[in-house]
């Protein structure tokens, strides 16, 4: 059963630091590995999607990368700002089978950041 | 630019009374998802929908839940009995294809009583 975990759990920083949070997982028989950004009462915007084949994905100040073999991926946010303070989510979509499980996105419980101005 | 809209954004029921809720993907998108988050815990997926029927679904998804695409636009979930551990915020979600990005609604939360 694939887990997956974040650390840390919160993260606290001060405007225009560069920060990396961190995403780990058990199964690396992964489809894609998606970032989201979660605001408090809100639902989840999608920040970056790498897929499996893929090492890294730029966003503006953002750039996720995998390592499957690991079961790691990070993301790395350049030039924090206040803005930025949120809860981030690490998704995994597994690789599934013939009988399914493709389309089962397991979540870690996310990292929850604070950017201080 | 288009996005998913959930309603109602609160609900508020009594155990064992059936809740609707309600969704309306992004129009071109052809796979929509519940998904749930209960206070304090991790996303969870319940149950994925392509063509009319149910592609994949969760250990979470009993036989108390359904989802129906009952026009061309709406996608519902519906809780048959609530139960108190039901009370969490619930996601839709919608995607071009399987493979895409997939995009969330702003979430609908319900409290069981």
């Known amino acids: 059963k694939q887990e997956v975990t974040q650390i840390p759990a919160a993260l606290s920083v001060p405007e225009g630091e560069n920060l990396v949070l961190n995403c780990s997982f058990t199964d690396s028989a992964i489809y894609n590995l998606q970032w989201f950004r979660q605001d408090p009462g809100k639902g989840l915007t999608s920040l970056l999607l790498i897929q499996s084949s893929q090492r890294e994905q730029t966003s503006g100040r953002l750039n996720a990368s995998l390592d499957k073999s690991s079961g790691r991926s990070t993301l790395y946010i350049a030039a924090s700002q206040p803005g930025d303070s949120a809860t981030y989510l690490c998704a995994v979509r597994p690789l599934g089978s013939k009988s399914g499980g493709y389309q089962k996105v397991t979540f870690g419980i996310g990292t929850k950041l604070q950017v201080i101005p | 630019e288009p996005e998913v809209t959930q309603t109602p954004s609160h609900q508020v029921t009594q155990m064992g009374q059936e809740v609707i809720l309600h969704c309306v993907p992004i129009?071109?998108?052809?796979?929509f998802y519940w998904y749930r988050q209960i206070l304090g815990q991790k996303v969870e997926f319940l149950v994925s929908?392509?063509?009319?029927?149910?592609?994949?679904k969760s250990e979470i998804f009993d036989d108390q839940f359904s989802v129906e695409r009952p026009d061309g636009s709406n996608f519902t979930l519906k809780i048959r009995s609530t139960k108190l551990e039901d009370s969490a915020m619930y996601f839709c979600a919608s995607s071009l294809t399987v493979q895409e990005t997939q995009y969330f609604g702003p979430g609908t939360r319900l409290l069981v009583l």
């Open positions: 129009s071109n998108h052809l796979y």
């Open positions: 929908f392509y063509n009319n029927e149910i592609s994949e």
